[in-house]
């Protein structure tokens, strides 16, 4: 059964610095995974989606990579400012289904 | 991009009573239309999966007599929830997957998501 972990739960970091989101999950065979943001209260925004059989994505300041084999993505923003300040979530679809198996996600806080 | 709306996006209703939300694909067919369910401070939760035409697949422990989906046309989903009590109240999104304009078949696209509470 597909599991994923969010590391950390939460995370509080002054404004300017560079930081990274951890996603690990149990399975590899997956189609492809996500990194979502969340403000409270609002829906989902996708940030990135990785193909199988991508390395990486970039989009801005955020830069997301896979690793299938060791089961983990990293989530990277550049330069945080406080308008990141959100729950990050990320997402495997493991299969045909297309269904997402979700992180608990990670409560980020950029401090000005 | 492709774009979900949800409707409405706040509702509040008496115990005992209906709600319908609706959830739409605005420039794309959605084969697949997803519900999920969130608590504050919790992850989201598939509630129950649709697709055109199709009785709706519904996640272990999800009522689908209180829960129910209608996927009526490749652009609209609705959820009814059925005689609602406090508990009821959550936060609602729905996400819809289709290829052609929207790109990969494999992604989804989210809703904004309906906030329900029930006094």
């Known amino acids: 059964k597909q599991e994923v972990t969010q590391i950390p739960a939460a995370l509080s970091v002054p404004e300017g610095e560079n930081l990274v989101l951890n996603c690990s999950f149990t399975?590899?065979?997956?189609?492809?995974l996500q990194w979502f943001r969340q403000d409270p209260g609002k829906g989902l925004t996708s940030l990135l989606l990785i193909q199988s059989s991508q390395r990486e994505q970039t989009s801005g300041r955020l830069n997301a990579s896979l690793d299938k084999s060791s089961g983990r993505s990293t989530l990277y923003i550049a330069a945080s400012q406080p308008g990141d300040s959100a729950t990050y979530l990320c997402?495997?679809?493991?299969?045909?289904?297309?269904?997402?198996?979700w992180g608990a996600g990670t409560k980020l806080i950029i401090k000005p | 991009g492709a774009v979900v709306s949800q409707h409405p996006s706040w509702v509040i209703c008496k115990s005992g009573t209906s709600v319908k939300i609706e959830c739409r694909s605005l420039?794309?067919?959605?084969?697949?239309m997803f519900w999920y369910r969130q608590f504050p401070k919790q992850s989201l939760m598939l509630m129950a999966t649709?697709?055109?035409?199709?009785?709706?697949?519904?996640e272990q422990g999800v009522e689908k007599d209180k829960f129910l989906i209608n996927h009526a046309s490749l652009t609209l989903s609705t959820l009814t929830v059925t005689s609602a009590h406090p508990e009821d109240s959550s936060f609602y999104i729905c996400s819809a997957r289709g290829g052609g304009l929207a790109g990969s078949s494999y992604e989804q696209y989210f809703g904004p998501g309906t906030r329900l509470t029930v006094t």
């Open positions: 399975d590899s065979a997956i189609y492809n």
């Open positions: 420039d794309f067919q959605a084969t697949t």
């Open positions: 997402a495997v679809t493991p299969d045909s289904n297309y269904q997402l198996i």
């Open positions: 649709s697709n055109e035409g199709s009785k709706a697949t519904y």
